[in-house]
């Protein structure tokens, strides 16, 4: 999934620098393992607390947070900087923190699993929605129990790599090309903070979208001017992390502030008369009281197969002719932020994160859809009502 993606290629590079290495292998990828089974566990424990103590939470809730995509957009540019060759963590840092990553490469492994599955869990959601919602009902032991054994699964390929003889050594050996490709995954990372920047337009709106990308540029500026020698160092250091403090009082409010939500507006398609309508409880229920089939799609704009389904199978014109023909209402329900309204409609269903898909008539129980749709299953639906 494009979440996990940067991270990945983290354990590529890792890979190639222990090459002919086989200690060193197996015990990065038990400690790997160790740091995303711990933290799926911890993040279900503190889902399953704050459920327990009444806040309406789902899979992916962390992401619904604008400090806490505006602090992984802050993560993924720097090791975006580090690996474009702009600074080296050697030259920034104390040598006392400098040399812990040399000294202690199970630790990074470790460290990597808890960023693995802090960035790539919401991407996890679309297969894992059945599983997610039957553990939210269980009991607290059983339930992390599941999310244990979701961890595992999650870090298997890289532990069976790491183990299994014959996998490491389809794996390219330590060359000039890892200059190359360490500059080149640079990109995926300044990807992966453009995609952290729409998801925060859509939370915190275009003030702190503008007001993270400033203390970006600004960062970016302090982390090379360390990377300095002489007198440049200081004079530039001791301005730009004067500049970075100034605009984190100025703007940094904007950059987590949770803008007010407003009514969403209808959004056309290219079918006449079918347009999507924003969801809630009572639209639903009138519009199903009035014995019209509704199509609600669950999405959060944080939700990267979400967007890929919109734009795709839910875009195609003989779905949307299908959905026009039998007069279905098209309803969508917003789960960028929080909401306890969609929580609790995706939990009717059984479901505990997005994308999900139900259609709704009169006197029916609700047809829900996989979560990677094609144009076939929905047309099938359709035909169906």
């Known amino acids: 999934m494009p979440c996990v993606f940067p991270v990945l290629a983290i354990k590529v590079m890792a890979f190639a620098k222990h090459a002919n290495d086989r200690p060193a292998h197996r015990a990065n990828g038990l400690a790997y393992t160790a740091g995303v089974v711990l933290s799926f566990v911890a993040l279900g424990a503190l889902l399953l607390g704050l459920r327990a103590a009444g806040e309406q939470l789902g899979w992916g809730f962390q992401l619904q947070s604008p400090a806490v995509v505006a602090g992984l957009a802050v993560l993924f540019t720097l090791i975006g900087l580090n690996l474009a060759g702009l600074f080296e963590f050697g030259n920034v840092l104390p040598s006392r923190l400098a040399s812990l990553q040399a000294k202690n490469p ?54 069976a790599a790491s183990w299994i003889p014959a996998v490491a050594r389809a794996l390219p050996r330590p060359g000039a090309w890892m200059d190359t490709f360490r500059r080149g995954m640079a990109f995926p990372m300044f990807a992966t903070v453009v995609w952290l920047l729409w998801v925060l337009g859509q939370q915190s709106g ?82 199903v009281a009035e014995g019209r089939p509704v199509f609600v799609d669950f999405t959060a704009a944080w939700c990267v197969t979400c967007q890929y389904n919109k734009r795709t199978t839910l875009a195609d014109a003989a779905v949307l002719g299908d959905m026009a023909g039998k007069n279905v209402a098209l309803l969508r329900a917003d789960w960028t932020r929080r909401d306890p309204d969609v929580t609790a409609a995706l939990a009717t269903l059984g479901r ?32 169906r009502l």
């Open 206 to 287: 275009i003030d702190g979208a503008a007001g993270l990308l400033m203390l970006l540029v600004v960062l970016a500026l302090l982390v090379w001017s360390l990377g300095l020698r002489g007198r440049s160092r200081a004079a530039l250091s001791v301005v730009s992390l004067a500049g970075l403090v100034w605009l984190g009082w100025a703007v940094g409010p904007n950059v987590t502030r949770l803008q007010e939500s407003t009514p969403g507006q209808a959004v056309a398609t290219s079918q006449a008369g079918v347009s999507w309508q924003p969801w809630s409880p009572e639209t639903q229920a009138a519009l």
């Open 106 to 159: 199970t630790v990074d492994a470790f460290l990597t699993g808890v960023l693995a599955t802090a960035i790539a869990s919401p991407c996890t959601a679309p297969f894992m929605g059945a599983s997610l919602g039957l553990a939210i009902g269980l009991p607290a032991t059983q339930a992390l129990a599941v999310f244990a054994v979701l961890g595992v699964g999650m870090a298997l390929p890289y532990l």
């Open 352 to 383: 505990n994160g997005v994308p999900v898909y139900a259609i709704y008539k009169n006197g029916q129980a609700p047809q829900v859809l996989s979560e990677v749709l094609s144009v076939e299953e929905v047309r099938a639906a359709l035909s």
